[in-house]
Nanobody, 124 residues
């Protein structure tokens, strides 16, 4: 079992920045990758970014490339998402997720563990 707890969400103005964190506990050594997904009202949950746990290789959705940066602290079992140049389309609940097996990191179906989510609201 892996337990994930997100933090860092909030209200920010257009063009502002936020940093989300996800603390993992439990059998984290078995994780292949950690990801961030988001879900806006009335929309499906979508991939934002992911990072392989050991290699630290990052992957991003096209919509956030150049604005968001994912990183992980292997020693502290945390994954962070630095979000810059935020706009209204980034408003959503952001979820941290963990997957054990290798596979397409953009697919939510491969992630076994999920956090409760943290709300990010970008106001114009």
């Amino acid at each position: 079992q892996v337990r994930l707890v997100e933090s860092g969400g909030g209200l920010v103005q257009t063009g502002g920045s936020l940093r989300l964190s996800c603390e993992a506990s439990g059998r984290t050594f078995s994780s292949y990758a950690m990801g961030w997904f988001r879900q806006a009202p009335g929309k499906e949950r979508e991939f934002v970014a992911a990072i392989t746990w050991r290699g630290g290789n990052p992957y991003y959705a096209d919509s956030v490339k150049g604005r968001f940066t994912i990183s992980r602290d292997y020693a502290k079992n945390t994954v962070s998402l630095q979000m810059n140049s935020l706009n209204a389309e980034d408003t959503a609940v952001y979820y941290c997720a963990s997957r054990i097996a290798a596979g397409p990191l953009w697919s939510r179906n491969g992630y076994e563990y999920w956090g409760q989510g943290t709300q990010v609201t970008v106001s114009s």
